[in-house]
């Protein structure tokens, strides 16, 4: 049942495939006492790296470095600094509606991609909280 629900979504959204495939991979690691942080990077759609959506390329970096998962979450509206503010209303081609790229990992994970995501972020802001995980069988 899972492999055929999961072959499904992987035809209709290669990314989710791509994230389901390293939760289940992963959902060990989250289960140890270790302590872990979760990271934010703001940015909008328009920010580009090597010509790509930043957004999706820091989403292929986090992956290829073997993090538990990743998640993009894009704003209804937002602006920056000395920014205007952008909303769905006012976005034709071209949008600049704020996405926040988030993930959960291990402190020590953190550090480890930390170096690489700042020379891809830029100027853009990153932040960094300490997270409490709880293990997914202590739902139950």
């Known amino acids: 049942m899972w492999d055929a629900t999961v072959n499904l979504l992987a035809k209709q959204h290669p990314l989710l495939h791509l994230r389901l495939i390293r939760s289940n991979r992963s959902t060990s690691n989250l289960m140890t006492t270790d302590k872990y942080q979760l990271v934010s990077i703001y940015l909008n759609e328009a920010d580009k790296w090597e010509h790509h959506p930043l957004h999706l390329e820091l989403l292929k970096f986090l992956w290829h470095s073997g993090c538990a998962g990743g998640t993009v979450l894009r704003g209804l509206a937002g602006f920056t600094k000395g920014g205007e503010i952008v909303t769905t209303s006012l976005v034709d081609v071209g949008s600049k509606l704020p996405v926040v790229v988030q993930f ?31 293990p997914p069988d202590a739902l139950t």
Do not use: F, G, Y
């Open 104 to 134: 959960v990992e291990r402190s020590d994970k953190v550090a480890e991609v930390m170096p690489t995501l700042r020379r891809m972020a830029r100027k853009r802001l990153i932040t960094i909280e300490e997270v409490q995980v709880v």
